[in-house]
C-alpha cells in the first residue's frame, strides 16, 4: 500500500487520494499538475478549476484505510476513547485488532499499544495499515491472547474476540489499579456471558450506540432514511 501524499477536494465535494507526487494527478475530464501538488491550500488544474489541497491528517488516513475483517466503527471508537479518558500517559493492548481501525485511533492518542491479532491474514492487513498511518508507537504480535497477555502494568485494553471470558484472569493481572478493559460483542449471549464471568472486574456499562445522520437543505430537514443501528455492545470495565 502506497503512502497517501495528498487529499484533493473540489468545490462540489468531492474528495481524491493522491498517491505520487512525482506525477500529475488526473482526474476523469482533468489534470494538475505535480507542481501545484507541492503545495497546500488552493490550487488550480490544467483547466482553470478549484481544488483545497491538504496533507493528509488522521481522519483522511483512517478513511482509506485497508479493509480485510468487519471494523470498530467510528461512533463506537469515540466513545471507548472519551469513556476511558485514554491520553498520551496511556499503555494500551487491544486483542483480535482485525483491520486495525480501533488499535490505530487508540495510537493516535496513547503512548504505546500492543496489538493481538492470531489471523495471519487479518495480521498482515493490520501491519499494511501500519504502514499506511506512520505509527511508530504500535507492536504488532501474531499470537493467541487466550494464552495470556504479556503486558504489565497496562492502563487500557480493548478486547474484539469471541470469547473474551477466557482472557479475564490475564486482564486483571495486566491491568494496573483502575485499569480500563472495554469488551465489544456482537449479541447478547456472549454479553452475559462474559459477565458471568467477569468477577474481579467492575462493570461500569454497558452501551449500543445508534447514529443517524440529518437531510437539511432549503425546504427540508428530516432524518436520512439509512441509519447506522446495531454494530456491537460496548462493555466498560475497570480494575478496584
Not at 487529499?7 to 481524491?16: E, F, H, I, S, T
Not at 484505510?65 to 494500551?92: A, H
Not at 496513547?110 to 501500519?130: L, Q
Not at 447506522?228 to 475497570?238: D, K, P
Request: glycine share 8%; net charge neutral.
Amino acid at each position: 500500500m502506497r503512502k497517501i501524499e495528498r487529499v484533493l477536494r473540489d468545490m462540489n465535494g468531492k474528495q481524491y487520494i493522491v498517491k505520487d507526487l512525482d506525477d500529475s494527478f488526473h482526474t476523469a475530464n482533468d489534470s494538475i499538475k505535480k507542481e501545484e501538488l507541492q503545495k497546500t491550500g488552493l490550487i488550480m488544474s490544467e483547466k482553470g478549476k478549484k481544488y483545497f489541497c491538504l496533507k493528509p491528517g488522521f481522519a483522511d488516513l483512517w478513511d482509506n484505510l485497508e479493509r480485510g475483517p468487519q471494523i470498530i466503527n467510528r461512533k463506537d471508537i469515540g466513545l471507548i476513547l472519551s469513556k476511558t479518558g485514554v491520553n498520551g500517559s496511556f499503555k494500551c493492548v487491544d486483542a483480535g485488532g482485525g483491520s486495525g481501525s480501533l488499535c490505530l485511533s487508540l495510537a493516535n492518542v496513547c503512548k504505546e499499544i500492543t496489538v493481538y491479532e492470531i489471523n495471519p491474514e487479518h495480521h498482515d492487513v493490520i501491519a499494511r495499515n501500519v504502514k499506511l498511518f506512520g505509527v511508530n508507537n504500535l507492536t504488532l504480535k501474531q499470537g493467541n491472547v487466550y494464552d495470556g497477555i504479556e503486558e504489565e502494568e497496562v492502563n487500557l485494553i480493548t478486547l474484539d474476540l469471541p470469547e473474551p471470558w477466557k482472557v479475564v484472569e490475564s486482564v486483571k493481572k495486566s491491568l494496573v489499579e483502575g485499569g480500563h478493559l472495554v469488551v465489544y460483542l456482537p449479541n447478547l449471549h456472549q454479553v452475559k456471558t462474559f459477565l458471568d464471568n467477569s468477577r474481579g472486574l467492575t462493570v461500569i456499562d454497558i452501551v449500543e450506540l445508534l447514529e443517524r445522520k440529518w437531510k437539511i437543505t432549503d425546504k427540508i430537514m428530516r432524518p436520512e432514511f439509512d441509519m447506522l443501528g446495531h454494530t456491537g455492545f460496548l462493555i466498560f470495565c475497570r480494575k478496584f
